[in-house]
């Protein structure tokens, strides 16, 4: 088995048929297995899967433990070669895009992960192409990345006690320390059907800043030099005060303490787990291109 194409998902289901309809073809391919994991859904996803996509490998929760538990499953369970992970609200563009990967996989054998390109919008942009090249960066998104899988295997798990952001640059920082390099394909268009800019009026925006806030101070105590992390804190603190909460922003403020609470709590699990960079570790990461999350199509 060449490829494994991995999706969590709950609740979802109109998201999760529409990307499975616009992949179909690639999942119809004798190289390809698709695994769907079901995190507790209560609104018929399993059965739907089964009945309309009987090609597809389908896994359920009956009480939901977190998409991180479903990824680290997944990927820990399947025999292919390599694995691409995708949300159910995100699908591939790009056609025939595993061979564009397995080419790239094939010439940069330190490559352990690609993020791929990734458009945010409810709907495919108008204009697709990108005069984009392939580097090596920082980190990936989430929704949309390909695991070589002997190099997933040489690290730890996702730490699931994040429960929401921060894994994907957890496990950056890892391949980094194992000398695996991540590379961004621009070759490769993924459609996020997200609508970025509503995110802020949704009811789950505090639990999304607050996540964001603590896991982003867990991944400073876990892999940064000592020296440096009182600095970061401080400034990450003053960031949200100065844009958000001195502009009337309540919310972030009650996300804020949240996330500080959060931390405390987490310090066990931080000493435990801790894989610190040194100086001159974290100097040749920082001279790396940062993570591309977004991708807009020049007018």
Request: net charge positive; with cysteine.
């Given at each position: 088995?060449?490829?494994?194409?991995l999706?969590?998902?709950?609740?979802r289901?109109?998201?999760?048929?529409?990307?499975?309809?616009?992949?179909?073809?690639?999942?119809?391919?004798?190289?390809?297995?698709?695994?769907?994991?079901?995190?507790?859904?209560?609104?018929?996803?399993?059965?739907?899967?089964?009945?309309?996509?009987?090609?597809?490998?389908?896994?359920?929760?009956?009480?939901?433990?977190g998409?991180?538990?479903?990824?680290?499953?997944?990927?820990?369970?399947?025999?292919?070669?390599?694995?691409?992970?995708?949300?159910?609200?995100?699908?591939?563009?790009?056609?025939?895009?595993?061979?564009?990967?397995?080419?790239?996989?094939?010439?940069?054998?330190?490559?352990?992960?690609?993020?791929?390109?990734?458009?945010?919008?409810?709907?495919?942009?108008?204009?697709?192409?990108?005069?984009?090249?392939?580097?090596?960066?920082?980190?990936?998104?989430?929704?949309?990345?390909?695991?070589?899988?002997?190099?997933?295997?040489?690290?730890?798990?996702?730490?699931e006690?994040?429960?929401?952001?921060?894994?994907?640059?957890?496990?950056?920082?890892?391949?980094?320390?194992?000398?695996?390099?991540?590379?961004?394909?621009?070759?490769?268009?993924?459609?996020?059907?997200?609508?970025?800019?509503?995110?802020?009026?949704?009811?789950?925006?505090?639990s999304?800043?607050?996540?964001?806030?603590?896991?982003?101070?867990?991944?400073?105590?876990?892999?940064?030099?000592?020296?440096?992390?009182?600095?970061k804190?401080?400034?990450?603190?003053?960031?949200?005060?100065?844009k958000?909460?001195?502009?009337?922003?309540?919310?972030?403020?009650?996300?804020?303490?949240?996330?500080?609470?959060?931390?405390?709590?987490?310090?066990?699990?931080?000493?435990?787990?801790?894989?610190?960079?040194?100086?001159?570790?974290?100097?040749?990461?920082?001279?790396?291109?940062?993570?591309?999350?977004?991708?807009?199509?020049?007018?």
């Amino acid at each position: 088995m060449r490829f494994s194409i991995l999706i969590t998902t709950k609740n979802r289901k109109n998201d999760l048929a529409f990307t499975l309809n616009k992949i179909n073809y690639l999942i119809d391919n004798i190289e390809v297995e698709c695994v769907v994991y079901d995190d507790g859904s209560t609104d018929g996803t399993y059965d739907f899967v089964v009945e309309y996509f009987p090609n597809i490998k389908v896994k359920k929760n009956k009480v939901t433990k977190g998409y991180i538990f479903c990824r680290n499953k997944m990927l820990n369970e399947t025999h292919a070669k390599f694995a691409v992970s995708l949300d159910d609200d995100a699908h591939i563009v790009t056609n025939n895009p595993l061979e564009s990967i397995q080419k790239y996989f094939d010439k940069n054998t330190k490559c352990g992960l690609i993020g791929l390109r990734i458009f945010w919008g409810l709907q495919e942009p108008s204009k697709i192409e990108s005069d984009e090249v392939a580097v090596q960066v920082q980190g990936f998104v989430g929704c949309a990345h390909v695991w070589r899988m002997k190099a997933w295997r040489e690290i730890p798990n996702y730490p699931e006690w994040f429960i929401f952001y921060g894994e994907e640059n957890y496990a950056s920082y890892q391949l980094f320390k194992k000398q695996w390099q991540v590379h961004y394909l621009p070759e490769v268009l993924v459609n996020h059907r997200v609508d970025v800019k509503s995110r802020k009026k949704n009811s789950d925006y505090i639990s999304r800043l607050r996540r964001s806030l603590s896991t982003g101070w867990y991944l400073f105590f876990l892999f940064l030099p000592l020296s440096f992390i009182p600095r970061k804190i401080l400034y990450s603190i003053w960031i949200q005060l100065r844009k958000k909460v001195f502009k009337g922003d309540i919310k972030a403020l009650g996300a804020l303490f949240l996330a500080i609470f959060d931390l405390f709590l987490a310090m066990p699990k931080i000493v435990k787990n801790r894989n610190r960079l040194s100086k001159e570790e974290l100097s040749s990461y920082q001279q790396l291109n940062p993570a591309k999350i977004y991708w807009k199509p020049k007018a």
